[in-house]
Every structure is written in C-alpha cells, then in structure tokens.
C-alpha cells in the first residue's frame, strides 16, 4: 500500500484532484461480453487527449448491475494496467451484499489499487438509517487499508444527511464523498468537514460554481469529461485550470460556451436511456460505446437520428 488507514486522508488531499470521469463499459455488438480492447482504448484518448485526471470504474455509469463479479473484477484490472501512474482511479464496490462489497474491495487492494467508492445501500423497510448506514461505511473501513470514498443518490430510496456524512468522515480511511443532492446539502456538509472529508458532486454544470464559491479542486464524477471534449476542443479542462487559477471571468466564459453542447445531450436523451445515449455520442465522437446490457434499452434509429442531428449542430470541434 501507498498509505496506511491512518495517512489514507493525507494521501486523498494530495492526489484526488482535478477532473475524473465515470466510464462506461463497451460491448461487444455481437456477444455482449465486455470489448477489452475498447476499454482500452476509451482510456487511453481519455488520458492522452482528453487531459482526464481519474476514472471512477465498474460503477452505475458503468453498469455494474449487469456484470458478473468476475467481470467487475477484470474491469479493475484493466483499469489497473492502463491507468497505472498516468491517472487516478477509483473502483466501485457498490452491491448490495455486503460480502461483495468486502470481495471487490479486496481485490482492490491485491491489484494495488489505491480508493474504493462504495453507494448507500437500498434499505427495505427502513425508515430511519443513520445507525445501519455509519455501521455499514464502518466495517467496510475495517475491513480493507484503502481510501473510501461514500456516495449517496436518490436511486436508494433516501439522502444521507450532512450530519451523518460528517459522523462517518471521523473514521481515518473515509476520504471523500460523491454527493448527488441539492446543493444546499453538499454546501452545508463542505462547511461542516473542513479537511476531513473531500465533497464533490456529478453535476458539470454546478462544477464552475463549487470551484469558484465552495473551492473545490475534485470533479467526482460522471460522463461529460468526455462527452462535452474531443482532442481539439478541451474546454471543460480549460475552464476548470483557468478556475483553479482564480481567472475567474475567463473560466466562466468558456464554461457558458459550452451550453449548445449540455442543451443538445440532454435534450436528446430519452429518459429510460441513461446508458444508451451516452454510449451513442461517444460513438459520434469517434469513441467506443456499443450497446447495453438487459434490463436497459438502446435506442431506436428515430432517437439516433435526433442525436446525430443535435450532435452535428452543437458546435463541438472534433
């Protein structure tokens, strides 16, 4: 291990940092198993062109309700080879059972990984959480010396409160938080942390704000480091660098410039697709996305023809 449990919230401030993607997973057209050599080849145009500063792999964008534990496994690996010292990485753990949140992450560790993100469970029949969830992120720290990293979303039936949050950051290996809620609630709960715990949301489009207003240095983490980018037109990294710069007016200028491009993916997808429309515009953009696994849907030729079309007019630079 880099660190010890102890020093895992030092190692997090020092190098969880900057920009980092959710990846999809490519499959193959034919057979549906994952394409190894399109996972590949997605990390290296994100790293050597998309300038991207980590990945979050084998999570929700990712799929990972449709993959075999095997297969999560292999995705770690990749993630492992490829990334190497180039960029961070972080492995979802994410399950409901706990004995494979506990096998994930263990493998993890074996691979030499250095953080682990594992989502608030669904807790059927459970009105109030706060002791279940603080015992669960508990012997997930206890079990494993890696940097862990929360998260907490509306698709598990509730919100952990900024309160909880802050009781579960006391434990020395919870690093980080990705925190899907109202901003009024990730505000509150990066007021509360100081340095305990890095706080960080999915949303580009509040990424300028919470650098300017809230100081975030971690965009953690969805699809647009590379959906909004190609190799000749960087501007969510440029106006993230010019925002870390303090260069404030620039940075929002180019951030705003990047509206016909937000309007034209999120107008086009369908709202049972969350999967399929990204996969089809890394496709317009020359990247490997492929089809999706049962239960999601792909997306019929009408729906790709309005994608194209918003695609062709959103003024990226490819």
Known sequence: ??????????????????????????????????????????F???????????????????????????ERKRIFEITMEETSDKAGAIMSCSDQNMDTVIELAKHAQKLGASSIVVHAPVLHFTHKQDETLYQYYKTISEEVDLAIAMWSH??????????????????????????SVPRDMYVRLTEMVGDKLIVSTSSEEEWFDNIVELNWRLYLCSSPPYLLQTKN??????????????????????????????????????????????????????????????????????????????????????
Not at 20 to 31: E, G, R, Y
Not at 244 to 273: N, Q, W
Request: net charge positive.
């Open 154 to 179: 509306p698709d598990s039936g509730y919100l952990m409160s900024p309160e909880l949050c802050a009781r579960i950051a006391e434990l020395p290996n919870i690093v980080a938080i990705k925190y």
């Open 233 to 318: 037109d960087l501007r969510m990294r440029e106006y993230t660098d010019l925002a870390f710069k303090g260069e404030v007016a620039k940075a929002k200028a180019v951030r705003d410039s990047l509206e016909p491009v937000r309007h034209a993916l999120s107008s086009t997808r369908p709202s049972e697709k969350p999967h399929a429309h990204p996969k089809y515009w890394q496709e317009l953009l020359g990247q490997a996305g492929g089809p999706v696994r049962r239960p999601m849907l792909n997306l019929t030729e009408a729906e790709k023809e309005a994608t194209r079309a918003a695609f062709k007019a959103c003024g990226l630079k490819l």
């Open 1 to 42: 291990m880099k660190f010890r449990r102890n020093e895992a919230k030092d190692w997090a401030r020092e190098h969880m940092r900057g920009i980092w993607a959710a990846a999809l997973t490519p499959f193959d057209p034919a057979t549906l198993a994952i394409d190894e050599a399109a996972v590949r080849r997605n």
């Open 44 to 70: 290296r145009h994100w790293m050597e062109d998309l300038k991207i500063d980590g990945f979050f792999v084998a999570g929700k964008q990712g799929e990972f309700f449709a993959l075999s534990l095997e």
